[in-house]
């Protein structure tokens, strides 16, 4: 599909680019690395979830981009909302939950690959409370390029609106990018993840992940079960071994792996992202904006925050 979209009743506001459903919080970063969570003395504060971590990627990247997600009424959320409007994010679908708090996550870091998470988002949180009826969707339709998750799958209401805003964008002119984000805590089962991705997979034009996610998704080593749904593109991520990217027509273009010294591999996945559609945008196909994609990831890899970490164009030259 093309990324211009057709002038429309439905324009896209303010001549966004690009907008980014799904989780926003905070993100508390142990000062101590490889240090149980129970013993770190003091955390970094960040702004972070995919929503916001892709938003800041992109806005770093010179793209015009909104975010639709939620945050609480509280100090956490308008910690949210000022960084990311410093950073250039249309904020005006970024709601505020009146009850429930800013979704909180607090991380332990064991470099080189493990990075538990300890999420504070159960039972419930403000951007799982997005609702179908409390979205523009004629406006999120007409934007060129959007980004849902599989985290905006594993509770209602958000299932329902992450599913309106992929459906109102099916069959149009912009691309609807659909990224794994795999988080097995937040799931209660397995097949129900793995049945809300097939459905959101046959209406999105894209579909990102890593191995872990395809997998749980779709089963090991079965890129190609993506592709059955109708995605004209799966981009693999392997980590510190690169990524694939897995054709419609049967090609595959293998990304080689940009090392770098890891520090936290939180948020890598949200800059490849972040650059994937900047490169997208900006008329790359798929396998060239994946190695750009992947310059990214390792940019933030080598660093420990996330939101702060997204790289601008000059680091990526």
């Avoid at 939950?97 to 988002?121: K, Q, S, V």
């Avoid at 609702?131 to 523009?136: E, I, K």
């Amino acid at each position: 599909m093309s990324l211009s979209a057709d002038p429309s009743p439905n324009a896209a506001p303010a001549g966004i680019e690009a907008v980014v459903m799904g989780r926003a919080g905070v993100d508390l970063y142990p000062m101590q690395l490889e240090t149980p969570l129970e013993e770190v003395e003091g955390f970094h504060k960040y702004v972070g979830g995919f929503a916001a971590n892709v938003a800041t990627g992109l806005a770093r990247l010179g793209v015009r981009v909104a975010i639709v997600s939620a945050v609480g009424d509280d100090g956490h959320g308008r910690f949210v909302r000022r960084f990311l409007e410093s950073e250039g994010v249309d904020c005006r679908w970024l709601s505020v939950h009146p009850t429930l708090r800013t979704a909180l996550a607090f991380c332990e870091a064991w470099p080189p690959d493990r990075f538990p998470i300890t999420f504070y988002r159960t039972p419930t949180c403000p951007d799982w409370e997005l609702t179908p009826a409390g979205l523009d969707l004629g406006a999120i339709a007409a934007v060129p390029l959007a980004y849902v998750s599989g985290t905006g799958l594993a509770r209602e209401p958000s299932r329902l609106a992450t599913m309106a805003v992929v459906e109102a964008r099916a069959g149009g002119a912009g691309r609807t990018v659909l990224d794994l984000d795999w988080r097995a805590m937040l799931w209660a089962e397995r097949t129900d993840y793995a049945a809300a991705i097939g459905v959101c997979a046959r209406m999105a034009d894209l579909v990102l992940g890593s191995d872990e996610e395809i997998a749980a998704a779709v089963g090991a080593n079965a890129p190609e079960r993506l592709l059955a749904y109708g995605a004209e593109a799966v981009v693999q991520k392997h980590g510190p071994d690169g990524a694939t990217v897995h054709g419609r027509d049967g090609g595959r273009d293998r990304i080689p792996p940009y090392p770098v010294e890891v520090v936290n591999g939180l948020g890598a996945g949200d800059a490849f992202a972040a650059a994937l559609g900047w490169r997208l945008l900006r008329g790359d196909a798929p396998a060239q904006a994946a190695g750009v994609a992947n310059r990214a990831g390792a940019h933030v890899a080598a660093r420990l925050g996330c939101s702060l970490a997204m790289p601008y164009e000059g680091d990526l030259a």
